[in-house]
């Protein structure tokens, strides 16, 4: 299995809503990755987790929060949103990079379109 | 500072053409080099992984190849089909000090349009 979920397929908030994004893994990969993605550019990495610990924050306003239950699940809390925050939010998964050497993949799941009003 | 570079932007061809699509990085360096398509509002499907020790990857029509010393990965197509309309984007990880995971650099992707 190499896929990776991710819910909802669409969310529409307004600006004082609390929200939240779900991704999911079940390849025993133990590095999970949130991204925002803008129309016509490449994806930009926003927070890495690596073993359940955010090891990367890209200087993402706090407005994002992110958090990793357990090894499967990565959540995105969203909380008082900018209407330039609306945008496609992919998540990724991979294996360790020092166990994986040059075979080292990353894993996208299909997005959350998120509008913001 | 690894910075990756796609050509073209776009591309227009009819139907059953070949067609390659360019990538280019400046550290050679690399683990290897990742190529995925994105249909529209959708996600990233990783079409081929060319590891650096390789100089060629191959799936059904597809065919990448990778020349680490001049800094170039190609990504030929076969025979093209309107199915095969969308953008495509070249990555290349970069291993953050050692650590478990890799932070991607992507190309700024070429969008390709198959016409009937």
């Known amino acids: 299995d190499t896929e990776v979920t991710q819910t909802p397929k669409h969310l529409v908030m307004g600006m004082t809503n609390k929200k939240s994004l779900k991704c999911e893994q079940h390849?025993?990969?133990?590095?999970m990755y949130w991204y925002k993605q803008k129309a016509k550019k490449p994806p930009e990495l926003m927070f890495v987790?690596?073993?359940?610990?955010?090891?990367i924050n890209e200087s993402v306003p706090s407005r994002f929060s992110p958090e990793c239950p357990n090894s499967s699940l990565l959540n995105l809390h969203l909380h008082a949103l900018q209407p330039e925050d609306s945008a496609l939010y992919l998540c990724a998964s991979s294996q360790p990079m020092r166990l994986a050497g040059r075979k080292y993949e990353q894993y996208f799941g299909p997005g959350t379109r998120l509008t913001v009003t | 500072k690894q910075e990756v570079t796609q050509i073209p932007a776009a591309l227009s061809v009819p139907e059953g053409e070949n067609l390659v699509l360019n990538c280019s990085f400046t550290?050679?360096?690399?683990?290897?080099l990742q190529w995925f398509r994105q249909d529209p509002g959708k996600g990233l499907t990783s079409l081929l992984l060319i590891q650096s020790s390789q100089r060629e990857q191959t799936s059904g029509r597809l065919n990448a190849s990778l020349d680490k010393s001049s800094g170039r990965s190609t990504l030929y197509i076969a025979a093209s089909q309107p199915g095969d309309s969308a953008t495509y984007l070249c990555a290349v990880p970069l291993n953050a000090g050692g650590t478990s995971y890799g932070k991607l650099t992507f190309g700024q992707g070429t969008i390709l349009t198959v016409h009937p």
């Open positions: 550290d050679s360096a690399i683990y290897n």
């Open positions: 390849m025993g990969h133990r590095a």
């Open positions: 987790y690596s073993y359940e610990k955010l090891s």
